[in-house]
């Protein structure tokens, strides 16, 4: 099955973490979930580079990058995605829907309200952990 690699920034202002909603889309699976921001990563360069470059045009926001977070390789019925997840830091709060339909700036106790994206399930299961 095709596999695409993908980045994904957990982005701290103090407390609280970006939760961002993915627009109506074919795939049912994704359709509308909530994720950390991020996409597919481009030829030539980093998970790095192409964090930051997602996050400014999805967002326009610009972010340091910190460190790598968790892997997680998930299978939805049409292709895989290995997504790298990297904690981050927001330089400011403020951002432009550019492809999102919703952003939330939750607290971690709080993510288990969100209906999140199967592949993010690992992510935020560890962050609650770490939390608890
Ligand atoms: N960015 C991101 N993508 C995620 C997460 N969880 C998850 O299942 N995905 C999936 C959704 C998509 O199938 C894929 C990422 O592709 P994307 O469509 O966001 O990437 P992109 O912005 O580069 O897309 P494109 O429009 O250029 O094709 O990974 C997540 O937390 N963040």
Redesign the pocket.
């Known amino acids: 099955m095709k596999e ?1 690699e ?3 920034a957990i982005i701290f202002d103090g407390e609280h973490v970006l939760c961002v909603q ?1 627009a109506p889309s074919k ?1 049912a699976y ?1 359709s509308l ?1 909530y ?6 990563v ?1 030829a030539n360069e980093t998970q790095k580079e192409a964090l930051e470059r ?1 996050i400014k ?2 967002l326009s926001m610009s972010i340091i990058v910190g460190s790598e977070y968790l892997t997680v390789r ?1 299978s ?1 019925p049409d ?1 895989t ?1 290995l ?1 790298h ?1 990297y904690l981050c830091i927001a330089t400011d709060r403020s951002l432009v829907l550019h ?1 999102h339909v919703d952003a939330k700036w939750l607290e971690i106790e709080e993510f288990k309200q969100l209906d999140w ?4 399930v690992p ?1 935020v299961d560890k962050l609650m952990e770490e939390k608890a």
């Not at 994720?35 to 597919?40: C, H, M, R, T, V």
């Not at 994206?117 to 993010?120: I, L």
């Open positions: 695409i993908v980045v994904a993915r795939y994704t979930k994720e950390f921001p991020g996409g597919k481009e997602e045009e999805e998930h939805y292709f995605i997504m997840s492809e994206a199967a592949a993010d992510i």
